[in-house]
């Protein structure tokens, strides 16, 4: 069974920078799709990066320009660089992935398999 495990959260003041990664058991990142998403308390699942497997990248709007996903095929780990953090920020992250040869065409809310998350907590 494939897991996915994230780590670097933490919390951290308005303006900081956090690093997140994903390391997976069972599972080779250069032939799929990987992203990260996040959820508040009270809040919907949102979108927030992917890369595709010709590492290709998107990002959501309230994250752009502030948020850099990148993967090390080599090391089977997948990153989510944060930086500028902001309290609205505050949620629990989450990578995922998808082998799916048409995943470059999904948002990663839809991948198939997904980590259990880490808490990220930026006070203001």
């Known amino acids: 069974q494939v897991q996915l495990q994230e780590s670097g959260g933490g919390s951290v003041q308005s303006g900081g920078s956090l690093r997140l990664s994903c390391a997976a058991s069972?599972?080779?990142?250069?032939?799929?799709?990987m992203g990260w998403f996040r959820q508040a308390p009270g809040k919907e699942r949102e979108g927030l990066a992917v890369?595709?497997?010709?590492?290709?990248?998107r990002y959501a709007g309230s994250v752009k320009g502030r948020f850099t996903i990148s993967r090390d095929n080599t090391k089977d780990t997948l990153y989510l660089q944060m930086n500028s953090l902001k309290p609205e920020d505050t949620a629990m992250y989450y990578c995922?992935?998808?082998?799916?040869?048409?995943?470059?065409?999904?948002?990663?809310?839809?991948?198939?398999?997904r980590g259990q998350g880490t808490q990220v907590t930026v006070s203001s």
């Open positions: 890369i595709t497997t010709d590492g290709s990248t």
């Open positions: 069972r599972y080779t990142y250069g032939t799929s799709c």
């Open positions: 995922a992935a998808d082998p799916r040869p048409d995943c470059n065409g999904y948002g990663v809310l839809a991948y198939t398999y």
